[in-house]
């Protein structure tokens, strides 16, 4: 795709926003959306983030038009759709599967819904080569899907939804037939594409990597309820509650009570408070694997562990801990030729209350 985007696209339009307010969407008795509020911004990568059944592919047909919201309202650019079919919403949207039409040319399924709009058949030409160059397939255009590998149907999907030229661009789950090398590679591409139209596009996965790698900000989802809407940075550094510090990355959870100046957990463990951090009340300490360090050797403020298991990762060794009672994960840095710790093997851990985000439990 990066040749075909060397040049200056055409497909351009003034970015808008997207606003959900209020919103509740239930299917019988299954409540799926529950008093959603959003403001995205224009020309954003945004992405509904959750795991499966959490409501953000209805969230995302809902913008679409095709689901109907019970209460509230789907803004974009200022205008109130909610009650627009889909096809007055000027939007456009690509599916997991692509949806390709199997006996068509690529040329014909980009041109396809133009055709429909009953553009002139040289503003479809101009167009469709236009799309087709920005994804990097100008040159395949007499094939059919069938031909093409999978990378390159999710690009005629793409090129078939900007050449409507949408005010808004919808992506449920796009890279999840992908491989997983050709996904790396297709998502820096759509990023880079979507920067380049200045295009606010909305994305829908359950792959934490993907959101935190492309979007500019994320809102993690969980039974119909947005948990937290955030930077990528933000979530992983200031989770909300317990839900995200588990769903976005790794995350040590220490649960324990503030006792005289410590910080009292597992079975007969303790740890001073540094200077001006005050827990809440029944306190849970969410705390990163990569914030943790260990020694084989003790020393001040450090907590005797045994390792449980070792698993390499590449750049990183993820050790399991237990200390205390308490099954924990530390990250370290891969040197290569340094020897790496072994289960069963006596480590030291030194945890700094200051590096992680206290909770109130209940």
Request: hydrophobic share 45%.
């Amino acid at each position: 795709m990066s040749a075909g985007m060397m040049k200056t696209p055409d497909l351009m339009r003034a970015a808008v926003n997207v606003d959900i307010r209020h919103v509740d969407l239930s299917y019988g008795a299954n409540h799926v959306l529950k008093d959603v509020n959003l403001h995205i911004n224009p020309g954003e990568f945004f992405a509904f983030l959750g795991p499966s059944g959490c409501g953000k592919t209805t969230l995302l047909r809902l913008i679409a038009g095709f689901n109907r919201a019970d209460r509230g309202d789907v803004l974009i650019g200022g205008q109130d759709v909610s009650t627009l079919p889909p096809w007055k919403r000027e939007v456009g949207m690509v599916f997991q599967s692509y949806a390709l039409w199997p006996h068509m040319s690529v040329t014909q399924n980009v041109a396809f819904g133009l055709e429909e709009r009953r553009v002139p058949r040289a503003e479809i030409a101009r167009r469709v080569q236009t799309a087709l160059d920005l994804v990097g397939l100008g040159h395949l255009g007499d094939r059919k899907p069938s031909q093409l590998s999978g990378g390159q149907q999710q690009r005629v999907a793409v090129a078939r939804t900007i050449v409507i030229e949408p005010k808004v661009l919808l992506l449920d789950e796009p890279l999840s037939n992908l491989d997983a090398k050709m996904r790396v590679q297709v998502r820096r591409e759509l990023r880079e594409l979507q920067q380049r139209l200045n295009l606010t596009t909305i994305f829908v996965t359950h792959d934490q990597e993907e959101a935190n790698a492309i979007c500019d900000r994320i809102a993690i989802m969980n039974e119909g309820v947005i948990q937290q809407v955030g930077t990528p940075v933000e979530l992983y550094e200031k989770p909300a509650n317990l839900f995200v510090a588990h769903f976005l990355g790794a995350a040590n959870v220490i649960s324990g009570a503030v006792e005289g100046g410590f910080f009292q957990m597992g079975e007969g463990l303790r740890i001073a408070l540094p200077e001006g951090v005050q827990p809440p009340a029944n306190p849970h300490l969410v705390i990163r694997p990569h914030v943790l360090a260990l020694s084989p050797v003790p020393g001040d403020a450090v907590l005797p562990a045994v390792i449980s298991h070792t698993e390499f990762l590449g750049a990183t060794v993820r050790y399991g801990l237990v200390m205390g009672g308490l099954s924990l994960s530390a990250d370290a840095p891969f040197v290569s030729g340094a020897a790496l710790f072994k289960p069963d093997d006596q480590v030291f851990v030194t945890l700094p209350l200051d590096k992680g985000v206290w909770l109130q439990g209940h």
